[in-house]
């Protein structure tokens, strides 16, 4: 499933990207594709692990939705 977050943040937080990746990976949650430009990250993952990745994103309090 292809996971896609917008916003001014991908340009101006340096770190944005990396929080997010890392709660990710801390819950073993494999990526297989990432795709970044000024203002959006997307990437892929399995089926599997589309709701925990979906509370993990909200849980981070670095997205909204």
């Given at each position: 499933?292809?996971?896609?977050?917008?916003?001014?943040?991908?340009?101006?937080?340096?770190?944005?990207?990396?929080?997010i990746?890392?709660?990710?990976?801390q819950?073993?949650?494999?990526?297989?594709?990432?795709?970044?430009?000024?203002n959006?990250?997307?990437?892929?993952?399995?089926?599997?692990?589309?709701?925990?990745?979906?509370?993990?994103?909200?849980?981070?309090?670095?997205?909204?939705?």
């Amino acid at each position: 499933y292809l996971i896609s977050l917008y916003g001014e943040r991908l340009s101006t937080d340096p770190s944005f990207s990396s929080k997010i990746f890392k709660s990710l990976a801390q819950a073993g949650i494999n990526l297989q594709m990432i795709s970044q430009s000024v203002n959006a990250l997307s990437f892929l993952i399995e089926r599997k692990s589309l709701e925990q990745a979906s509370s993990i994103l909200r849980a981070t309090g670095e997205i909204e939705g």
